[in-house]
């Protein structure tokens, strides 16, 4: 058995591959959860039916996938223009930070638009830790992946410094946290008795726009070419460097976006986890979502739905976490393994001897 | 040849799809089979056993703060046997994730849950307001409601008997401790630890580095190594994980354990741990719901109730040690002993506290500072 590349990539594979591997992955699974003495449909159920069983389970879920949504969005852009990005996290900090710092600023007076600023502020904050990025990349060709990645634990340590330094709630017992933001900041929510908010809209906004951009203007053209062929990219007088500002710009403001919607959403005030790597979970979204805006969103409530469904598995059916994350790990291999498909055939060696 | 491909292709597809459907289906089908169960089941005459869901920040694992928190939850099952139900989700980021899970707990049936980080404060507080016939319990935080209360250990209390043993053993005289986050516990332990070597031994001086981590063993360990260079020979953290006393064990130096019975770990260099056992708070928490008198306000215990001890003591320690370590433990018990007793003088010669003055618990939740024997400076804010 080996692999042949097709001549071009199939249709029907495109659409079957995550059928394929959904089928892998619940084989898989029903050994996984006999072999550990427990039900398999109850296994397979707190996975697949238990996290979008209800409204309210829907609306965690959304809420949980936005922010994943926005950073992968701005990751997307950039891998497919050959900018690689490793740093959403940073991005996010930064956002949550600003539009935290504006939220700090508000009183319980304040009237709603300072949501609007927090979030401008959110997607400034981000823009300019991406820029710094490109910056060092467009004057000193530093190497985008290790400063974009660096850049990571800086806006860390940054975010740290603020929460037990400056920003810490003076009645707070000297915990590195900031105070709660005043009720005016909160992100409106979209259904009441949910913490479903106005974010979830703003990421599929998002996603059209980028949709938009990508495939549908000339900048976006011109940064699908630099990505697939620099030399042609270059020979049709693209610039590169428009390319490496634009699309680093784009990633760090709307993962700046997604920081500030944490912020003065479901979590209401800064403290040192602000993110639990969603910029990295990001990368991971946005290459299962094959890098299309659609593609994105499906992935990223895909993700949300197996990390729930992880907390589900050890709340209902006592699975010990490391184990949650097998079966979360069996879906994103065989999700990329069947990807496989789509570009290659699988030419069987018995096949091979008979074509020859 | 790529026709008879692409047939074989869509023939394979159409089987996976097949499948898959049939397989989802069923899954479906499944779903009312567990309820009928478990309606058949409830007229049994026993009383349903009263759910308790427990939320922990880390991996279980094999040592440190959550690995205690599930012997407790472990040892609450052994007592009640039947009576109770534990449920575990752990690994649990602080911060939106935490309202998640709260809510699901109480939304599953648990009557009772405890969140066992201070990170998770504000989730807590946000669900208890909403679920007003559940009880909630949060480890190390500040905030109560009428239906959410807070319980703590004095950590400080084994601080200061692994500082005993720490400056009884010290041949450089010079202490080395692996600090998490520069919250007063923390820097209250380092203290305690460091006046507990003082007793003994006055001309010990503790260093100190943070790590800003609560669980990074890699980094705990480069903390450690750190100290070793710059002549500490015992060891001590407030982390979680056994990395120190790994790195002390290499090295032919001595540490400690912390939160749970680390001596596996490193059997020469183990000198003792400083442990916390919540088993007497998580049985009395019990004892309250199933005796319908649980009430909000908040908890801050040690030796005395059974929740602070320093065990494993190694042979390695002298006698008068040995008895010292003894006689605190009988004065904590009795309430004749206290840590916080002046004279104590801030690392800047300031007095803190005057002769015989006893710190009362606001004095020890408001410590920023180093006492006078500690080098480098408290971090940013502290």
Known sequence: MRLEARPQPSVAMSIASPVIAVAITVVLGTLLFALLGKDPVRGLMVFFYEPIRSGYALSELAVKATPLILCALGLAVCYRSNIWNIGAEGQLLLGAIAGGGVALLATTATGGWIVVAILAAGAVGGMAWAGITALLRDRFNANEILVSLMLVYVAEMFLSYLVYGPWKDPKGFNFPQTQMFPASTQVPLLVTGTRLHLGFLIALAAVAAVWIFMFRTMAGFQLLVGGLAPLAARYAGFSSRKALWTTLLLSGGVAGIAGALEAAGPLGQLTPHVSPGYGFTAIIVAFVGRLHPCGIVLAALLLSMFIIGGEFAQSRLGLPRSLTGVFQGLLLFSLLACDTLIHFRIIWARRLAWNR | ?382
């Open chain 2, 1 to 382: 040849m790529i026709d008879l491909n692409k047939r074989w292709w869509l023939r394979a597809i159409a089987c996976a799809a097949v499948a898959s459907v049939a397989l989802v289906a069923g899954c479906g089908k499944e779903e009312p089979k567990p309820a009928a169960k478990a309606a058949e089941a409830a007229p049994a005459p026993k009383p349903d056993p009263l759910k308790i869901g427990f939320m922990y920040v880390g991996p279980v694992g094999d040592a440190g703060w959550t690995f205690a928190h599930d012997n407790a939850r472990k040892a609450l099952e052994a007592e009640f046997g039947d009576k109770v139900k534990t449920t575990i989700v752990e690994s649990v980021p602080e911060g939106p994730d935490a309202e998640r899970v709260i809510r699901d707990l109480a939304d599953q049936g648990h009557k009772l849950i405890f969140a066992t980080s201070f990170g998770y404060m504000e989730q807590m507080l946000k669900v208890a307001e909403t679920k007003k016939e559940i009880r909630f319990e949060h480890a190390t935080g500040y905030k109560s409601s009428e239906n959410m209360r807070t319980y703590d250990s004095r950590t400080y209390e084994g601080a200061y008997m692994a500082g005993v043993i720490a400056g009884a053993m010290t041949k450089t005289n010079t202490l080395g401790v692996v600090a998490s986050i520069p919250i007063p516990e923390v820097i209250r332990n380092i203290n305690s630890f460091t006046l507990g070597a003082q007793s003994v031994n006055p001309k010990v001086k503790t260093k100190v580095v943070w790590v800003n981590k609560w669980f990074d063993p890699p980094k705990e360990s480069e903390g450690a190594q750190s100290l070793l260079n710059q002549g500490a020979d015992v060891l001590f953290q407030n982390t979680d994980s056994s990395a120190v006393l790994q790195t002390a064990e290499k090295a032919g130096k001595f540490a400690f354990g912390w939160d749970s019975d680390m001596s596996k770990f490193g059997p020469t260099a183990h000198l003792a741990s400083a442990v916390i056992n919540w088993a007497p708070y998580y049985k009395k928490a019990t004892k309250d719901m199933l005796d319908n008198t649980w009430q909000t306000g908040g908890v801050w215990w040690g030796h005395k109730e059974g929740v602070i001890d320093l065990v494993a003591v190694s042979d390695k320690i002298p006698e008068a040690t040995r008895k010292r370590i003894d006689e605190i433990k009988a004065g904590l018990k009795e309430g004749t002993f206290t840590v916080w007793k002046g004279p104590i003088k801030g690392q800047d010669g300031k007095k803190r506290l005057a002769k015989d003055q006893v710190a009362d618990d606001k004095f020890m939740h408001d410590i920023k500072w180093y006492v006078q024997g500690v080098e480098g400076k408290v971090p940013a804010g502290g």
